[in-house]
């Protein structure tokens, strides 16, 4: 094959004209720190969500830090979540002084598997955290089911899910009209469907948790710059807890509100782009392609990762790069990182899918500025790649 002359990431922001008029106005309305524009995405948020509360923050990281340490989970419980996800998820329960429990996953689908979840929940649990893998939501009714009898809250991690839905509901949406949902964390990283360069977002139903998540943001004070500073505000505050300075910025969430806009477009693009993949590699010998989860849901499509079973994984990334193609590995299994080998005993061999799917898998380029024939090109490569092994 003919090597293209210009570099393929994995991924590219999808930022424009308007997000960049946007800035600029935050810019000259004298305001760019937490206010008007922060509730405004905040309120947009709770529309696509059907979540009565969203809290912005800095990051996902920063949004998972403060829900778990709203919910006072500390030395001596254990959070169960998958092995299968970014090391965020793990790093915030153990400074917490917290133990993770790691759950099995899908080798197909990547997605928790909810009985192995539901099996490892003792009385020490505290919380779930199913996370919603690649843009594809987690199975919520078995892993809420397994939660409610055990009396815990189950925290989506949904950093991948912005305009995914299970079953029809939203990720972080109430399972049905009137009834409270689960706690979320979405994340708007550059890499994301939508982004504010940095930031995130909790949606929660909980009034007296959604108080504290937003006192716990901003140093403890229960009122925001913009209720102290902005017109009719008084700038006296009281401090009952001490917090963390986990705010989004004005600047941060003007860009975000011009994004959710686009959210629809984005993900329609980025599913026709998938689709095309998915016909280019199917068949492919050595490539175990994404299958899909067998409950009724829309994929967001956030990752497009395959499983390279006759090249080692290693191999194809570069292979990849030799071709002007980028390529990321989403995730390496957290239970077989050094610290929590280490801390927590986890070893190899202790989920068997998960490290089977850990050494294979590979994310090829998905994002909305991309064309049909980048996705084309990346599919001859990928059959190039291992036709050349097979020889």
Same mark, same amino acid.
């Given at each position: 094959? &003919? ?9 590219? *922001? ?212 913009? &209720? ?13 807890? *001490? ?63 395959? &499983? ?84």
């Amino acid at each position: 094959m &003919k090597i293209r002359p210009d570099f393929l990431p994995l991924s590219r *922001p999808a930022l424009g004209a308007e997000e960049e008029a946007a800035v600029v106005a935050c810019l000259r309305s004298g305001w760019i720190t937490s206010g008007p524009k922060v509730q405004e995405l905040e309120r947009v948020f709770r529309g696509a969500t059907g979540a009565p509360h969203a809290v912005a923050v800095a990051s996902a990281t920063a949004g998972l830090h403060i829900v778990l340490a709203a919910l006072g989970i500390g030395p001596g419980d254990e959070v169960v979540t998958p092995s299968m996800t970014f090391a965020s998820t793990v790093n915030q329960v153990a400074l917490r002084g917290a133990a993770p429990v790691f759950a099995e996953c899908d080798y197909g689908t990547l997605q928790v598997v909810p009985g192995d979840l539901a099996a490892k929940i003792t009385p020490r649990t505290k919380a779930v955290i199913p996370v919603h893998f690649a843009g594809a939501p987690a199975d919520l009714d078995p892993i809420r089911a397994a939660a409610d009898r055990a009396g815990v809250p189950v925290i989506e991690d949904a950093a991948h899910a912005i305009g995914a839905s299970y079953k029809g509901i939203p990720a972080g949406g109430p399972p049905s009209p009137g009834k409270p949902g689960n706690i979320a964390v979405f994340s708007f990283h550059p890499i994301k469907n939508i982004t504010t360069g940095e930031g995130g977002m909790v949606t929660c139903y909980d009034d007296d948790l959604a108080a504290r998540l937003r006192s716990l943001r901003f140093h403890g004070i229960e009122r925001d710059a913009w &209720k102290r500073y902005g017109k009719g505000g008084t700038p006296h505050y009281d401090i009952r807890e *001490p917090g963390y300075k986990y705010n989004l910025t004005d600047l941060h969430a003007a860009v975000g509100v011009v994004q959710m806009g686009k959210l629809a477009a984005l993900n329609g693009r980025r599913a026709e782009l998938a689709k095309r993949y998915l016909a280019g590699l199917r068949g492919v010998a050595g490539i175990d392609l994404p299958e899909e989860p067998p409950y009724p849901h829309v994929h967001s499509r956030h990752l497009f990762i395959v &499983k390279s079973a006759r090249v080692e994984r290693d191999e194809m990334i570069a292979a990849l790069a030799e071709r002007n193609v980028g390529a990321g590995l989403h995730f390496p299994p957290c239970h077989l990182l050094s610290f929590v080998r280490e801390r927590f005993g986890a070893k190899e061999g202790d989920l068997p899918q998960t490290e089977r799917a850990g050494k294979r898998i590979l994310s090829l380029p998905l994002f909305p500025g991309m064309s049909l024939d980048d996705v084309d090109y990346v599919c001859e490569a990928v059959r190039e790649i291992v036709s050349e092994a097979a020889r």
